[in-house]
């Protein structure tokens, strides 16, 4: 079954939704909680890999399991447990990688601190990656889409694209 999208009537007091609501209600507004929270298309590799994260530290699917026979009260604690680990856990990632692919698919994989260890175990050499230099144009997954570069970065060469070894 499609997942049903709710418009309306639940958004003009999505809190009495919630209160009222059956699991697919709760479920449509989650889903459209998270797509603002994250900033990132539903259908993305991130909000995915971010979702099944979240879900999983807040028991989403025992909550939608049980929704439909819980107290407006329990409701309301069942959502804040939703709400909060949403928020702990994106803190803890902030604009870190979450190895979804989306962005090395959109260009050039960056190179990340833990990634040292690689050339240190000859992993990696310095043949295998480029330099952008300062004020290079960039695009990147942050507010902006692209950017001038604001320091050197070293990135793993992109073998799908027509980027120059340095």
Known sequence: MADKKFIGKIWE???????????????????DYLTEVLGVSPKSGRFQVLRREIDGAAGFDLISENWNTLPPE??????QRLVTAARDKLQGWGDTCVRCGE??????PTLLTPDLALFQQDTLTWNEV????????????????R??????????????SAMPVL
């Open 130 to 145: 480029y330099t952008l230099r300062t004020g290079e144009q960039v695009t990147s997954r942050g507010p902006l889409a």
């Open 147 to 160: 950017a001038s570069l604001g320091s050197p970065q070293i990135l793993p060469i992109n073998f799908f």
């Open 103 to 108: 962005c090395c698919e959109q260009g050039s």
């Open 13 to 31: 007091d999505p809190w009495e939704a919630l209160a009222k609501g059956p699991r697919e209600v709760m479920a449509s507004i989650w889903q």
């Open 74 to 79: 329990s409701r309301a604690v069942a959502w």
